[in-house]
């Protein structure tokens, strides 16, 4: 069910369609028609709140608030599908990645993603590599005769998650 969003003029962002247009280029979301083939041929559509021809609306409409935080713009699988089939050549796959990128830089972000770059940062694996489960890992690769696996530089790792803007969303153990 369509739901319905109420909102005076005053609160829409006015700039938020230029804001993105300007780093897409050619791509841009201003050439939408709502047609919904994106929305019709999206891989995860069944599991998003807002639909991919109703995110490129909102934005035009200034609805920056409730797309940075919908669900929507995280559970995209970004298989470019609606990039590709766009007749309008929109390339909302890409539009989706910068509103991740400002999400992120509002503070809004899912505390599974900010989970898995703590893990990151932590250990180097997206599966922490430690303790018990480090031992339960190690037992099977043996098992299978897989190679012991080299840690990786994990001062590399943090300055690239530092490097990349996503160092407010990590906390230093004191350990460290
Ligand atoms: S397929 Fe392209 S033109 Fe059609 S609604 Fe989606 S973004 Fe807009
Ligand atoms: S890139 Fe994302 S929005 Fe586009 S079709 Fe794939 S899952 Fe759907």
Redesign the pocket.
């Known amino acids: 069910m369509v739901e319905m969003i109420k909102k005076n003029a005053s609160d829409l962002d006015r700039d938020f369609r230029y804001e993105i247009s300007e780093k897409v280029g050619a791509k841009s979301l201003l050439k939408c028609i709502q047609c919904g083939v994106?929305s019709s041929?999206?891989?995860?559509t069944e599991y998003v709140d807002m639909q991919?021809h109703r995110v490129v609306a909102s934005c035009l409409l200034g609805l920056k608030e409730e797309v940075l935080s919908s669900q929507a713009i995280w559970t995209?699988?970004?298989?470019?599908?609606?990039t590709e089939r766009c007749p309008k050549n929109v390339d909302?796959?890409f539009i989706?990645a910068l509103l991740r990128n400002m999400a992120v830089k509002e503070g809004k972000i899912p505390k599974e993603y900010s989970g898995t770059v703590q893990v990151i940062y932590d250990n180097g694996f997206v599966v922490p590599y430690t303790g018990g489960l480090k031992d339960n890992i190690d037992r099977r690769r043996n098992r299978m005769g897989l190679p012991e696996i080299v840690p990786p530089n994990l001062d590399e790792i943090r300055f690239i998650i530092k490097e990349t803007g996503l160092g407010d969303l990590v906390k230093e153990k004191e350990d460290d």
Request: net charge positive; hydrophobic share 20%.
């Open positions: 994106c041929g999206c891989t995860v991919p995209c699988s970004l298989c470019h599908r609606c909302y796959s989706l």
